[in-house]
T-cell receptor, first 115, second 118 residues
């Protein structure tokens, strides 16, 4: 069964450093998402992406964040200058369409630790 | 923005017991979803609900989309040890924060931690 994959599984970085989290969505999916989950808290929407542009973003997704689909298979989240409060699990998800009836499949997540 | 209130926060039950959890919102949602998350993993979809009043089952799981479109519940019958995990409700709003079309953004509840004692 196709699945969303994410790398790395755990990333440790120093405050102020740039990090890139990588995702490979399911191959025939067209909508891509990033969510984050701070330890012990709920999953929060960051951004949705379709047709090589951002469709929707949350207040969390400020100028420090960017997303890119550099090729036909990868979808990346970049944090330019990490802060301590960026420490969280980051989940990538994908769906065939962005419509109400479509299921979002989540990857296993990348645990980001900012020191 | 849209907020989901999920309860209870945690449940400790004996194997074989039934479980019920619910989510409410002050906003209308287009779609209600229930996910389960095991430690260190991503959320896995359990049940999706698309119409107000819809009642859907998936094995021992049953979920309903409230008539007002502002609430949903999930029931687990005859719980087993592998039901342990965190259960999240999630809703897909009708519109984004600016009142435009929402392209699949999910709003999650705070989660219900389920512990099943053998």
């Amino acid at each position: 069964e196709p699945e969303v994959t994410q790398t790395p599984s755990h990333q440790v970085t120093q405050m102020g450093q740039e990090v890139i989290l990588r995702c490979v969505p399911i191959s025939n999916h067209l909508y891509f998402y990033w969510y984050r989950q701070i330890l012990g808290q709920k999953v929060e929407f960051l951004v949705s992406f379709y047709n090589n542009e951002i469709s929707e973003k949350s207040e969390i997704f400020d100028d420090q964040f960017s997303v890119e689909r550099p090729d036909g298979s990868n979808f990346t989240l970049k944090i330019r200058s990490t802060k301590l409060e960026d420490s969280a699990m980051y989940f990538c998800a994908s769906s065939k369409s962005g419509g109400r009836a479509d299921t979002q499949y989540f990857g296993p997540g990348t645990r980001l630790t900012v020191l | 923005g849209q907020q989901l209130n999920q309860s209870p926060q945690s449940m400790f039950i004996q194997e074989g017991e039934d479980v019920s959890m619910n989510c409410t919102s002050s906003s209308i949602f287009n779609t209600w979803l229930w996910y389960k998350q095991d430690p260190g993993e991503g959320p896995v979809l359990l049940i999706a609900l698309y119409k107000a009043g819809e009642l859907t089952s998936n094995g021992r799981l049953t979920a309903q989309f409230g008539i007002t479109r502002k609430d949903s519940f999930l029931n687990i019958s005859a719980s087993i040890p592998s039901d342990v995990g965190i259960y999240f409700c999630a809703g897909q709003p009708i519109a984004d924060n600016a009142g435009g079309t929402s392209y699949g953004k999910l709003t999650f509840g705070q989660g219900t931690i389920l512990t099943v004692h053998p």
